[in-house]
């Protein structure tokens, strides 16, 4: 029931996003695009950069961790996250579950799971600052109406207590509070006491990287935050593209409020139609045209098609390779 309701999410953002292309007409589309021109390739390429910089941040973790796994290969592995991540009905949770999977050849499955937990709190944290800062500048340099701002304020606060509750159940121990809760299903109960070793492997592993290498957290971080600022320069780049000039604090205002926004639609799978909405008013506050707002959220959506398709040619052929091996091995 709960894999029917996310996938019709899905198809209502589908159908969202199919009625707001219709709203903007096919016309001023190719216009649009006939204005990004040659510069497709940049934007395809700030893009690769900044999935880089979060491959880096995870990276930093692992070899935190004692694990030193080829940058090329963790870069594929999060690109098959993304796309993962765009066309399950599974939040960010399917993909991030994916990257530890797929790497469990080369780093047993207990410090995988940590590296990619440790990963993701790090990025949500940068990512909870990112969207503050940007709140504040709607705040004080932009008229953002007052229903957006609570809005935000009650997401954002609920998203703090949620990733500081993460960060405090990692650093204190999470074996303990893991098996609390699956007393309430007692077949998971069973199988999570006969991996305890495993559980206290990975408490130990996750209390150590927070509390004795603060170097680490801090280089991963930055990195986190590296990645979102291109994420703005994007958005920089794109809006003079179209005609539409504006400064790096209008860009971080509309990458920061649709961050907010995807995030309070994550059970949308792609925040497909959502992400593209908000946007629009986002574009439309700073007093430019809809279509412009539009055209920006389609071009960014292209270009996160682009990521996704990336990501399947990497599980595709990574496929591949592995039927290589086991055909090998069994000759």
Known sequence: MKKILKYSFLVFGLAFFGWLLYQLGWEKLLESFQK???????????AIVWQVCHTLAWSQ???TFGYRVAISKLFK??????AVNMIAPTATIGGDTAKAYLLKEEIPLKDGIAGVLVDKTLDNLSKMLFNIVGLLVAVFYISLPQDWIVGCVIFLVILFAVNTALLVFQIRGMKGAILKITKLIPP?????EKRQEQLDSLDENLKDYYTKNPKSLIIASCWHIIGRVLGVVEI???????????GFIGAFFIAS?????????SFI????????EAQVLLVELLG?????????GIIRRIRRLFITAIGLLFFAVMGEEKKEGLKRQND
């Open 61 to 63: 973790i692992l070899n």
């Open 77 to 82: 592995l999060k690109l098959i996250a993304e």
């Open 36 to 46: 990004i021109g040659w510069w497709w390739i940049p934007i395809f390429i700030l």
């Open 269 to 276: 799978p792609g925040q497909w139609g959502v992400s593209e």
């Open 236 to 246: 920089w780049l794109i809006m003079h593209l179209l005609g539409a000039p504006i």
């Open 257 to 265: 409020i649709t961050n907010v926004v995807n995030g309070m639609f």
């Open 288 to 296: 430019f045209a809809k279509t412009i707002g539009l055209s920006l």
């Open 188 to 192: 998971l109960k069973r199988q999570l």
